[in-house]
T-cell receptor
Framework: ETGVTQSPTHLIKTRGQQVTLRCSSQ?????VSWYQQALGQGPQFIFQ???????GRGNFPPRFSGLQFPNYSSELNVNALELDDSALYLC???????????FGSGTRLTVV | TQLLEQSPQFLSIQEGENLTVYCNSS?????LQWYRQEPGEGPVLLVT?????EVKKLKRLTFQFGDARKDSSLHITAAQPGDTGLYLC??????????????FGQGTILTVHP
């Protein structure tokens, strides 16, 4: 079975720009979550999607938004980028929410 | 806001030694998961514990979930250089608008010297 794939792997953006990160979930998984991981920290929950609906959100501002598509792939959009948005963005999928996630390798976003 | 405190933050040991990593919270979780993360990669699931008091073994790794489902520990016997990495505990919320949300500890960076 294929794992979770994320694209791009690395990205450099300028403050104020917008970015879209993409994620293909593992086959058979209908739940997708996004996490932000700053250097030296544990991942922080951004939001979760189940069957194309957002069903959980962490403490992130509205400029962080997402989508899940019928094939369960997902996008994370960030508007008005700030320097503090520089981090590793991780996508994770699961067959059942809360019971063991498969993570992608992440997208390293640098905002300059 | 649920928090998970993981300790120690750094651990540097010699090959063959034993070690324990702790994960503590004042909140109850529906499950507790342990992950290992290599540089430049995403976390890889090691184990999920669900029942209070549950103990799971994975070769030289032993995982325990506290009776009250608020804390967990990871014990490694006879550590090897290949065990080097970042170990993360994560608690899953069981209901409401945050169902399935994982709250991660800050991680333990383990270095095993040959």
């Amino acid at each position: 079975e294929t794992g979770v794939t994320q694209s791009p792997t690395h990205l450099i953006k300028t403050r104020g720009q917008q970015v879209t990160l993409r994620c293909s979930s593992q086959s058979g998984h209908n739940t997708v979550s996004w996490y932000q991981q700053a250097l030296g920290q544990g991942p922080q929950f951004i939001f979760q999607y189940y069957r194309e609906e957002e069903n959980g959100r962490g403490n992130f501002p509205p400029r962080f938004s997402g989508l899940q598509f019928p094939n369960y792939s997902s996008e994370l959009n960030v508007n008005a980028l700030e320097l503090d948005d520089s981090a590793l963005y991780l996508c994770a999928s699961s067959r059942t929410a809360g019971y063991g996630y498969t993570f992608g390798s992440g997208t390293r976003l640098t905002v300059v | 806001t649920q928090l998970l405190e993981q300790s120690p933050q750094f651990l540097s040991i010699q090959e063959g030694e034993n070690l324990t990593v702790y994960c503590n919270s004042s909140s109850v979780f529906s499950s507790l998961q342990w992950y290992r993360q290599e540089p430049g990669e995403g976390p890889v699931l090691l184990v999920t514990v669900v029942t209070g008091g549950e103990v799971k073994k994975l070769k030289r790794l032993t995982f325990q979930f506290g009776d009250a489902r608020k804390d967990s520990s990871l014990h490694i016997t006879a550590a090897q250089p290949g065990d080097t990495g970042l170990y993360l505990c994560a608690g899953a919320e069981g209901g409401g608008t945050s169902y399935g949300k994982l709250t991660f500890g800050q991680g333990t960076i383990l270095t095993v010297h040959p």
